[in-house]
Structure formats: structure tokens, C-alpha cells
């Protein structure tokens, strides 16, 4: 047998610098970096399994992929309209959006915001989950955006708070200046229950109410105790006339770069964790009303059927609007509106 070669030391250090580097290199340089943003505070289901979902796909991956969560988007000022450009644009690589704003670029997403068409939260994920879905995402695509099968994270039902009076017909919201998403079906369904739908981006509606800009909101009660907004109003009614929740979206051009394997560890992780967090937000949301209720909100009940009555023209318009295809798909899981 051969005898071993002589390694001198400035053989060995060499090689050992090299190899140093190159690990180094591998675990300071990732091949793909990316911003994910969202709307929500750290302290929230959201951004725990955002930035748990992307600990993993970076472990899985080998290093290759690490992904930055920006909470409350960063605090850019222009809020989710704003970064909704910048997804588009290729600036921002992954968000976290309500389809009535996602609206504003891909207008069949609206069909997620129809109001008092889902009677639970349990009832839009298996409709956004399932064919409905499919065909959301496909209207993505043309605009350049990926959407994902199971990819929509929990927001919740909305209700009705305000600071003057309580709700409790819709004779009570005429007049009512209420803060609405930038969106045209929160401003329909406002018109269509008698009050004055006033544009706020999600990161001033504190301000709003204090200032007295506007008179109500609608929300899921905990992005209302998330945010203290209980500091600023008296009332709140459980009308629970939307379900809204979190899509997450991908800039297409950065997505279509990715591996498969990478891709397919994306969408496993992202299952995982949307299903983890709609459990966690629907909790959330039932404690935050005893919650806001310990801050002094006072709290009633509504007949939701008064207010259904007066979405007749919306669902006649927006039937037009969206497509009898995009209706139909709705009406498959929800039955018959209007």
C-alpha cells in the first residue's frame, strides 16, 4: 500500500481556508432572499406561523431560501394598498391580503367579501379552499400574481363598532360615516345599510376614531382589541356580515424562479400553517370579546335577516359584475343570495 502523502501546513491551511469559506459563503448567502409582509402586530397567530412556516422552508431547503416577515407592513405608510403595488411590481416577494382590497388589481377577488354570505368562518375556508379557489387563483395569474391551494389565513367575521351609538337596525347606520378597507364592496355594502363609507388604510383607523374622521368601523373583534381600538370606542354589534381573511400571494416572476423542491416545501409548510392559525385567529377572536368587553365595549346582538334585506341591489349589481361563473361557484357552497 502507498505510504500517505506528506500534508504540509500551508497545504492544510490553505485547504482549510477554502473550505471554511465555502461554508461560510453557503450559510451567509442564501440563494434566494425574500420579503414576506403582512398587516398583522408580532404578537399575532399571523406573523407566529409566517415566521415559523419560513424558519422551516429555510432548514429544509439547506440554506438556500431565507425569507425576512415584516409585520404591520413594515409600517409602510401607504398600508396594504400600498405593498400590494410593490408585490406587483417584484419589490415585495410574498404578502399576506383581503381579497376586497386584492381587488383592486385582480377584481374577482371581490366575490370573497360578499356580505352575509358566509355564515361562518368554517364555511369561507371550505369555500376558498376548494373550487372557488381555483378559480381566484387562475384570475391571479394574469396579473401576475401566484396564489396558493390552501393559502388563506384567518381573519374572521366581521362586526360592526363605533363610538356614538350602538347598531341595532339598519336605521342606526344612516347617517353613520363608517370606516371602510380600500375596497368597492365594503363601500357598496356601507351605501346599501344607509351610512357614508370613509376610506381609511387599517393603520389609522385608531386616529380616525379619536379624531372623530369617522364614526364606526367594521372588523373581526380581535384586530379590534389586537390594536386597543376599544380606547376609542363605545359600542359594537355582533352583525357578523363578512368573513374576510389573509390570501397569501407570491410576485409570479420570483415563484417561477424557484426550484420544485423548493416550491413544493413553500406550499406544504404553508398548508401546515394556515390551518394552525385559522384555529388560533377563531380563538382569538372569541376571547377578544370578552376581552374588549372587560375594557368597557358594551356589546348587542343583531337580527342579521334587517340587514340582509338591504343587500338586494348589491348582490343584483355585483352578480353582473363578477360573472355568473364566479357566482355560481359562491352559491355552490353558500346557497342562493340575494
Not at 482549510?16 to 459563503?25: D, R
Request: glycine share 8%; proline share 4%; aromatic share 8%.
Amino acid at each position: 500500500m502507498p505510504e500517505p502523502r506528506e500534508l504540509t501546513r500551508r497545504a492544510f491551511l490553505t485547504a482549510a481556508s477554502v473550505g471554511s469559506l465555502t461554508v461560510f459563503s453557503r450559510a451567509q448567502s442564501p440563494q434566494f432572499t425574500f420579503a414576506q409582509y403582512h398587516n398583522q402586530l408580532e404578537d399575532t397567530p399571523l406573523h407566529r406561523r409566517l415566521t415559523e412556516m419560513w424558519a422551516t422552508v429555510r432548514k429544509e431547503s439547506g440554506g438556500r431560501v431565507d425569507t425576512h416577515v415584516y409585520a404591520y407592513n413594515n409600517k409602510n405608510p401607504g398600508s396594504d394598498p400600498a405593498v400590494l403595488k410593490l408585490l406587483v411590481a417584484g419589490e415585495v416577494h410574498f404578502f399576506t391580503l383581503m381579497g376586497g382590497i386584492l381587488a383592486n388589481v385582480v377584481p374577482a377577488a371581490n366575490i370573497q367579501q360578499v356580505p352575509f354570505a358566509f355564515r361562518s368562518a368554517d364555511q369561507a375556508h371550505k369555500t376558498v379552499d376548494g373550487p372557488l379557489g381555483t378559480y381566484l387563483r387562475g384570475e391571479m395569474a394574469s396579473k401576475g400574481i401566484v396564489g396558493f391551494q390552501v393559502g388563506a389565513f384567518d381573519n374572521g367575521m366581521r362586526q360592526i363598532a363605533g363610538r356614538t351609538r350602538p347598531v341595532m337596525t339598519p336605521a342606526d347606520m344612516v347617517g353613520m360615516k363608517m370606516r371602510v378597507p380600500d375596497g368597492q364592496m365594503f363601500d357598496d355594502m356601507a351605501r346599501a345599510l344607509g351610512a357614508e363609507p370613509v376610506t381609511v388604510n387599517s393603520s389609522d383607523i385608531y386616529g380616525a376614531l379619536q379624531k372623530g374622521t369617522v364614526d364606526a368601523q367594521e372588523n373581526p373583534l380581535a384586530y379590534m382589541d389586537f390594536f386597543k381600538h376599544y380606547e376609542v370606542m363605545k359600542y359594537c354589534s355582533m352583525t357578523n356580515h363578512m368573513w374576510s381573511g389573509f390570501n397569501m400571494l407570491a410576485n409570479k416572476a420570483a415563484w417561477d424562479r424557484l426550484p420544485a423542491d423548493i416550491q413544493a416545501s413553500i406550499e406544504r409548510n404553508l398548508t401546515r400553517a394556515v390551518r394552525l392559525q385559522r384555529e388560533e385567529q377563531q380563538k382569538a377572536n372569541a376571547a377578544a370579546r370578552t376581552s374588549l368587553a372587560s375594557h368597557g365595549l358594551a356589546f348587542n346582538e343583531v337580527d342579521q335577516a334587517l340587514f340582509r334585506a338591504k343587500m338586494t341591489g348589491l348582490y343584483a349589481n355585483w352578480k353582473k359584475m363578477l360573472g355568473t361563473k364566479a357566482w355560481s361557484l359562491l352559491e355552490a357552497e353558500t346557497g342562493k343570495l340575494g
